[in-house]
């Protein structure tokens, strides 16, 4: 979840799937801003918010400096007077998608010549 009311979208919760993915302790990464912390580009970190409720692909930077694909779903929370007070933020690794198009991409072009 990331706090809606701060204009940096800082992280108020991470479960345990988070942690193991991303390698960061929940100690570690409440506060920080949900895009920055884990989104690898910067122009793909400010779509994020911007494009609510969409799916969006985008390499995601982990704790030891490694790099995943994922789709990364967006949502909002609404409070009883419909503003939004929180973002959802869920995330799905397609890192191993992404490095078989790669090969099949590579194989294709030693096909082609």
Known sequence: LADAADASRPLSYVNQAFEAFFGYRAAEALGRPA???????SAAAERLFREPAAQLQLRAQRKDGSTAHVEVAVGAVRSTDGRVTH????FSDRTELEELRA???ALGALAGR
């Open 103 to 105: 090969r099949l991409n």
């Open 87 to 90: 973002w959802v933020l869920a």
């Open 35 to 41: 895009a920055g912390l884990v989104v690898a580009e």
